[in-house]
């Protein structure tokens, strides 16, 4: 475990987690009824945060019902009036804007600059509700039958669940709970158990001081130990906004079929950064060394694979090392460290398991660092064997391979031999040279002469194949969160057959 004497390593007061180390249901604050604690811990120091005693299944249902109570009441809310709840919370996050990067650099081991980057995309979702909640049109549509109206309304699902993940918690609930609530739903929230305070009640705190009327939102902090699956079975929620493994994905999306709910999700990631043979090799350096080693690695959207054209192979790869050799490891409090810690030390085993099976395997580590408790040093890998499994997983950690392919035919199927299809990038001299390959890319997102990891409010995001569900953002979050009722009047009187 790194060592907490450093003053850079000062968490918030104790304080400030504990006052936030509830359930928040129906507008209250209250410890849960479970058994047992969820201890929320610093990945870099090991100093325990908060202790939070689960919410049981019980408290599922009345949260739920909380929702449900509260929801009709907020959908014929005029949306001009949901909307100044979003407008105040914009001003509160940036009003504590400090506290709550401190708070970030605290629970997840986030790096100053990755507190920064979470905290302004936050601000632009929120941004994004404000617009939301004014943005849903219905249609009227022609009939075959003489004198027939066919009114199509936009309404609220009604109450939606949310399951965020812990490596952007703060910026991924309020991604979904949002949306959903300036639409007119009600929600309720259950944060990843390493992030209760930034993923559950801090999003649930600012809203609360927003002006969000009680019941409309309720964060549950627990673990599927104790509940199961009621947060999916529960018969209240229509639609279920996951973010996560896919995995877990897999689960949730079987179980919401088998319950008739609308499951979005956005799942993991395989991305392929493509260096071709006319790119700038010093920017498609600067943008793969970003896309791999941003957050150590836990991005969804991280480049896991960087695949370079054979004919720049050998400078590539010395530039690329160079540079990640340049990284600072070390305290996320500190402003001048790269990287922090992962969530947790199994987490580092995990990786550290995936780097000695591939070195195992065949391949060559041109750069391999330490592991000290939560703390991964970079490794950069070569030489893999084309059926080696690192390819066509998910590493969720600071480690980058280098993979060389001969000709555009080669880049494109090695950059589809993977179960995942989230984001990537293409990195060339020919804007359309890139997006004629962009094109023939199985992912949902991918970037010309850029990075792998982008996210913004109006243009759709998600996923193909294991990586995921549907799309939010944008016009993506009104297909999420809202349906479509039929309406028809008959002006006159209808003839009928018998």
Same mark, same amino acid.
């Given at each position: 475990?790194?060592?907490?004497?450093?003053?850079?390593?000062a968490?918030?007061?104790s304080?400030?987690?504990?006052?936030?180390?509830?359930?928040?249901?129906?507008?209250?604050?209250?410890p849960g009824?479970?058994?047992?604690?969820?201890i929320?811990?610093n990945?870099y120091?090991?100093?325990?945060?908060?202790?939070i005693?689960v919410a049981?299944?019980?408290?599922?249902?009345r949260?739920y019902?909380?929702?449900?109570?509260?929801q009709a009441?907020?959908?014929?809310t005029?949306?001009y009036?949901r909307?100044l709840v979003?407008e105040r919370?914009l001003r509160?996050?940036?009003?504590r804007?400090?506290e709550?990067?401190?708070a970030i650099?605290?629970e997840l081991g986030?790096?100053?600059?990755?507190?920064a980057?979470?905290l302004h995309?936050?601000?632009?979702?929120l941004?994004e509700?404000?617009?939301l909640?004014?943005r849903?049109?219905?249609?009227?549509?022609?009939?075959p039958v003489?004198g027939k109206e066919?009114r199509v309304?936009r309404?609220?699902?009604g109450?939606v669940?949310v399951?965020?993940?812990?490596?952007f918690p703060?910026?991924l609930?309020i991604k979904s709970?949002?949306?959903a609530?300036? @639409?007119? +739903?009600a929600v %309720?929230l259950?944060?990843h158990?390493?992030t209760?305070?930034?993923?559950?009640t801090?999003?649930? #705190? /600012?809203?609360?001081?927003?002006?969000l009327p009680a019941? @409309?939102? +309720?964060?549950v %902090?627990?673990?599927i130990a104790?509940?199961?699956d009621t947060?999916?079975t529960?018969?209240v929620? #229509? /639609?279920i906004s996951f973010?996560g493994?896919?995995?877990?994905?897999r689960?949730?999306?079987t179980?919401?079929?088998?319950?008739f709910k609308?499951?979005?999700l956005?799942?993991g990631?395989n991305?392929?950064?493509?260096?071709?043979?006319d790119?700038d090799?010093?920017?498609?350096?600067?943008?793969?060394?970003?896309?791999?080693f941003?957050?150590?690695g836990?991005v969804?959207?991280?480049?896991?694979r960087?695949?370079?054209?054979?004919?720049?192979?050998a400078?590539?790869?010395e530039?690329?090392?160079?540079?990640?050799?340049?990284l600072r490891?070390?305290d996320p409090?500190d402003p001048?460290?790269?990287?922090?810690?992962?969530?947790?030390?199994?987490?580092a085993?995990a990786?550290?398991?995936v780097v000695?099976?591939?070195?195992?395997?065949?391949?060559?580590?041109?750069?391999r660092g330490?592991v000290?408790g939560s703390?991964?040093s970079?490794?950069?890998?070569?030489?893999?064997?084309?059926d080696?499994?690192?390819?066509?997983q998910?590493i969720?950690?600071p480690?980058a391979?280098i993979v060389?392919?001969?000709?555009?035919?080669?880049?494109?199927?090695?950059a589809?031999d993977?179960p995942?299809?989230?984001?990537?990038a293409?990195h060339?001299?020919d804007?359309?040279?890139?997006v004629r390959?962009?094109?023939?890319i199985?992912?949902?997102?991918?970037h010309i002469?850029?990075?792998?990891v982008?996210?913004?409010p109006?243009?759709?995001?998600?996923?193909e194949?294991?990586s995921?569900?549907g799309?939010l953002?944008?016009e993506?979050?009104?297909?999420?969160?809202t349906?479509?009722k039929?309406?028809?009047?008959q002006?006159?009187?209808?003839?009928f057959p018998f």
């Amino acid at each position: 475990m790194a060592s907490s004497s450093s003053s850079s390593s000062a968490s918030p007061s104790s304080d400030y987690f504990t006052e936030l180390a509830h359930q928040y249901i129906d507008g209250e604050w209250k410890p849960g009824s479970g058994s047992w604690d969820i201890i929320d811990f610093n990945p870099y120091t090991g100093e325990k945060l908060a202790a939070i005693t689960v919410a049981t299944a019980a408290e599922v249902d009345r949260a739920y019902r909380a929702a449900e109570r509260a929801q009709a009441a907020w959908a014929e809310t005029n949306p001009y009036t949901r909307r100044l709840v979003f407008e105040r919370a914009l001003r509160i996050v940036e009003e504590r804007e400090e506290e709550i990067a401190e708070a970030i650099v605290a629970e997840l081991g986030g790096t100053r600059l990755k507190a920064a980057f979470e905290l302004h995309l936050a601000k632009e979702f929120l941004r994004e509700a404000i617009q939301l909640a004014l943005r849903p049109e219905g249609s009227i549509l022609p009939s075959p039958v003489d004198g027939k109206e066919n009114r199509v309304y936009r309404l609220p699902v009604g109450v939606v669940g949310v399951i965020s993940p812990f490596n952007f918690p703060f910026l991924l609930s309020i991604k979904s709970v949002a949306p959903a609530l300036a @639409l007119g +739903n009600a929600v %309720v929230l259950k944060p990843h158990q390493n992030t209760p305070v930034c993923g559950g009640t801090l999003v649930a #705190k /600012v809203l609360e001081d927003a002006g969000l009327p009680a019941g @409309l939102l +309720n964060v549950v %902090v627990t673990d599927i130990a104790e509940i199961g699956d009621t947060l999916l079975t529960h018969p209240v929620p #229509k /639609v279920i906004s996951f973010t996560g493994s896919d995995r877990t994905g897999r689960h949730v999306a079987t179980v919401c079929a088998q319950n008739f709910k609308h499951a979005v999700l956005e799942l993991g990631g395989n991305s392929a950064l493509i260096v071709l043979d006319d790119a700038d090799v010093d920017y498609a350096v600067d943008a793969a060394v970003f896309s791999r080693f941003v957050h150590q690695g836990q991005v969804c959207m991280a480049a896991n694979r960087i695949l370079v054209d054979r004919t720049l192979e050998a400078e590539f790869t010395e530039k690329f090392v160079a540079k990640v050799k340049t990284l600072r490891v070390g305290d996320p409090a500190d402003p001048a460290t790269h990287i922090g810690p992962l969530i947790n030390s199994q987490q580092a085993e995990a990786v550290s398991a995936v780097v000695e099976q591939t070195v195992a395997g065949g391949a060559t580590a041109l750069l391999r660092g330490p592991v000290e408790g939560s703390l991964v040093s970079p490794t950069v890998l070569t030489g893999i064997a084309a059926d080696a499994p690192v390819l066509s997983q998910e590493i969720f950690g600071p480690v980058a391979l280098i993979v060389p392919f001969d000709g555009e035919d080669e880049a494109v199927r090695i950059a589809n031999d993977t179960p995942y299809g989230l984001s990537g990038a293409v990195h060339t001299g020919d804007t359309e040279r890139g997006v004629r390959i962009a094109k023939r890319i199985h992912t949902g997102m991918i970037h010309i002469n850029d990075g792998t990891v982008h996210d913004e409010p109006i243009v759709p995001f998600g996923g193909e194949k294991h990586s995921g569900i549907g799309r939010l953002n944008g016009e993506a979050m009104i297909e999420a969160f809202t349906t479509r009722k039929w309406i028809s009047i008959q002006h006159g009187r209808s003839r009928f057959p018998f």
